[in-house]
């Protein structure tokens, strides 16, 4: 029996990007210091980052936050009730630091499971990778200082290295979002998503295949080349047909959806992409989809204006300034008919409250 992918915090990494550790040329940055006039120690040259960047132990066992932090954090929907507790990562990150720090040959093999299907299915007193995996991600996400990151990193590095599928997918989804996938310290996670491209048919790999071909599609896309598009809109399109063959869970078709339509669109092919935000707007209720599907409405259809303020109310901008624009030139239009003032004041400042919601205008 495989793990259930633990991937609902991955598909928080994209709408949390914020949040995220900003990675400047693959190094965590350094933590703002107060003014002071002592002198400045002397800093130690900066090594440049290498293949074992993320595998080096640059935490203590005092760098774990405490159990309030993960009280705090591993909740729903974050995590689903059950998954995972707090104490559990708490204490599994406590032991992979000692673990690591300590650096035994083989400790990964000897201590660390793999297969566990939940955080209590382990007898033998292996930690479940289940369990940092979910810990790593909340790492990252929530931490205030570089070195609980680190931890983060070095967990998600050896889960990569191990072929923990989950892992691979988030380190290379870090290293996307940073534009640094290419870079030295990377190196494990692309290596990793190339074997997964490669072995379809793995059985730890295959409930994870519309994701990882979704992955890797945006990484193709973002090259910015012609045959970088061919290649993203290839497996954008495999992932939709292993998504329809085996079923289960697509974490990223919202991700995947929106990229293979505006690649489409890109390539003017407009009837493709609108069959395919179409196929996604009712089954996925996502904000952004339902927005671009509109755009792609004639302005004649009734249905493109309820998309649209859905979209708007969803905390879609450009959704909400297009209901700016469309009631302005509304308003303009009906003034003909003689519209009272009263009317169109009243119309006026709902303009201005949808620019507002989209940030153009502020609302006193």
Request: charged share 20%.
């Amino acid at each position: 029996m495989s793990s259930r992918p633990p991937l609902r915090q991955l598909t928080r990494l994209y709408t949390l990007s914020n949040q995220l550790p900003k990675l400047h040329h693959g190094r965590l940055p350094p933590l703002v210091q107060s003014i002071s006039t002592t002198p400045a120690p002397r800093l130690k040259a900066r090594i440049p980052p290498h293949r074992n960047t993320f595998i080096q132990t640059r935490f203590t066992e005092a760098d774990v936050p405490g159990l309030p932090f993960w009280i705090k954090h591993t909740v729903p929907p974050f995590v689903p009730n059950g998954e995972v507790s707090p104490t559990q990562c708490f204490e599994a990150c406590k032991r992979y630091v000692h673990l690591a720090i300590e650096n035994k040959p083989n400790w990964q093999q000897h201590n660390l499971s793999l297969t566990a299907t939940s955080p209590t299915t382990t007898h033998d007193g292996t930690i479940p990778f289940f369990t940092l995996h979910y810990a790593a991600i909340t790492l990252l996400l929530f931490a205030q200082s570089r070195e609980p990151r680190f931890l983060a990193l070095h967990i998600l590095t050896t889960g990569t290295t191990a072929n923990y599928v989950p892992s691979t997918l988030t380190l290379a989804l870090l290293g996307h979002k940073t534009n640094s996938l290419g870079n030295p310290q990377f190196a494990h996670a692309k290596e990793s998503l190339a074997r997964l491209l490669a072995s379809p048919d793995h059985r730890s790999s295959s409930e994870y295949r519309p994701d990882t071909l979704t992955l890797a599609a945006l990484v193709q896309s973002g090259t910015n080349t012609r045959a970088g598009a061919d290649r993203a809109i290839q497996l954008l399109e495999d992932a939709c047909k292993a998504y329809s063959a085996a079923g289960g869970t697509w974490h990223w078709r919202a991700r995947g959806v929106l990229a293979l339509s505006r690649l489409l669109l890109e390539r003017k092919q407009t009837a493709r992409a609108r069959a395919v935000l179409s196929a996604a707007v009712d089954e996925l209720d996502d904000p952004e989809i339902c927005f671009r599907y509109a755009m792609l409405l004639p302005r004649s259809d009734a249905e493109r204006r309820v998309l649209i303020q859905r979209a708007a109310v969803s905390g879609v901008d450009e959704a909400a300034r297009e209901m700016a624009r469309e009631t302005r030139e509304g308003l303009e239009e009906e003034e003909e008919k003689g519209l009272s003032a009263w009317e169109r004041k009243a119309r006026g400042v709902m303009a201005d409250e949808w620019a507002g919601i989209a940030g153009d205008k502020a609302i006193l």
